[in-house]
């Protein structure tokens, strides 16, 4: 019987201890804190769009994407935009094949979960691999020599990444994906 009003002697003495602080006291702190989370939100957006940036610019995916719109254009296809999440996800999976010796697109858990991963907002259509090549000229002719390949890049995806890493042993892994 005296549990009960010790307890609720117990739990008005925790509320009256919760009671917030006057209005002048509390400003501060608060808006310190409101101050310091959103200088770190946008030093967590620099960082990302400045990790972004590199590897959407990288020179080697650049020039890929340009010589794949050179193709396409032989072709009278439209030019493909370059994704930065499409990019992501064939840079992933370059460097997971190039690590590993996996040669597969299905490994690390496919195209479609890789453009998701790395937050594509379309829809992912295709992608094509390809080890050996020494450079960018051989690797498209490899895939336009392949004829699953050549109707993924010669499709009417909108978008395209691509990814390029080299293994321990100095083998090239080459990747693009496409979306739309």
Not at 51 to 59: A, T
Not at 151 to 171: K, M
Request: net charge positive; aromatic share 10%.
């Amino acid at each position: 019987m005296t549990r009960f009003p010790l307890a609720l002697l117990l739990t008005f003495a925790l509320a009256a201890s919760l009671q917030a602080a006057p209005d002048s006291q509390d400003a501060q702190p608060k808006k310190e804190a409101d101050t310091q989370q959103a200088a770190e939100t946008k030093k967590a957006e620099d960082t990302k769009s400045a990790d972004d940036e590199f590897l959407h610019k990288h020179p080697t995916l650049v020039k890929m994407w340009k010589h794949s719109n050179e193709i396409r254009a032989r072709y009278q296809l439209h030019s493909q935009r370059i994704s930065p999440e499409l990019t992501k996800a064939a840079q992933d999976h370059a460097w997971y094949m190039a690590r590993t010796g996996q040669f597969s697109h299905s490994v690390n858990g496919g195209f479609v979960a890789r453009a998701r991963r790395h937050s594509y907002p379309g829809s992912p259509y295709g992608e094509i691999i390809l080890y050996g090549s020494s450079n960018i000229s051989d690797c498209f002719n490899g895939w336009l020599n392949s004829p699953g390949h050549r109707a993924i890049l010669l499709s009417g995806a909108r978008e395209v990444g691509y990814g390029y890493a080299i293994s321990r042993n100095g083998t090239a892994y080459w990747v693009g994906v496409f979306g739309n």
